[in-house]
């Protein structure tokens, strides 16, 4: 998954400076690149309506799990290979991650605005993440502890857009537990 990664605790002792690299989504997006851990991120530069499309998702490879990999099945994990990979998480998104249509929307619910933070919400896609942070996304439905989908409740879930696969595995695991 996007910041995680990028500033992963092998890399925060270093003092390198982010790589620049020609921006993958120019006019939609910017990356606000920082050296201090977690804090680089990506920021709207287009104002679209609520449940439109931002951008379709292109160049991914297949992936093992891992922090910069977003899960597209069950089983399957992807590398973004983009500047999508920074965009980090919020409890309370921007953006919804159809990793099903491989696709990137503006959240039903809300337009996005240009300067906006560009987020989602990781349990949408991500079951079980390889590393789970605490969250000061400083929304009021912060969830405090991200992990993936797996260990939270339905309550906790609710009112997210979640990808099929989340949907499914969330089933099962309510079924084993009824
Ligand atoms: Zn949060």
Same mark, same amino acid.
């Given at each position: 998954?996007?910041? /995680? ?23 939609k997006l910017h990356v606000h690149r920082s050296p201090?851990?977690?804090?680089? #991120?990506?920021?709207?530069? /287009?104002?679209?309506?609520? #449940? ?10 297949s992936s093992h799990k891992a922090y910069t990999s977003?899960?597209? #099945? %069950? $089983? ?5 290979? =983009? ?8 409890? +309370? ?15 039903? $619910? %809300? ?18 993440? $390889? ?7 400083? +929304? ?7 992990? #993936?989908?797996?260990?939270?409740s339905r309550d906790q879930l609710k009112g997210y ?12 695991? $309510?079924?084993? =537990?009824?």
């Open positions: 998954m996007p910041p /995680i990664a990028l500033e992963s605790p092998l890399t925060t002792t270093t003092t390198t400076t982010p790589k620049e690299t020609p921006p993958t989504h120019p006019n201090k851990p977690f804090a680089s #991120g990506a920021i709207s530069q /287009i104002a679209l309506p609520a #449940g439109s499309l931002f951008t379709p998702i292109t160049g991914t490879t977003v899960q597209t #099945g %069950r $089983d399957s994990h992807i590398e973004l290979n =983009s500047d999508l990979v920074y965009c980090n998480h919020s409890c +309370a998104p921007t953006l919804d991650f159809d990793m099903g249509k491989m696709e990137v929307r503006v959240v039903a $619910d %809300r337009d996005l605005k240009v300067g906006d933070a560009l987020t989602f919400f990781y349990p949408s896609s991500e079951w079980d993440m $390889d590393q789970a942070f605490e969250c000061k996304c400083g +929304a009021e439905s912060c969830k405090e502890y991200i992990k #993936g989908a797996k260990d939270m857009w979640l990808n099929e696969h989340i949907r499914e595995l969330l089933d099962e695991r $309510d079924a084993k =537990s009824a």
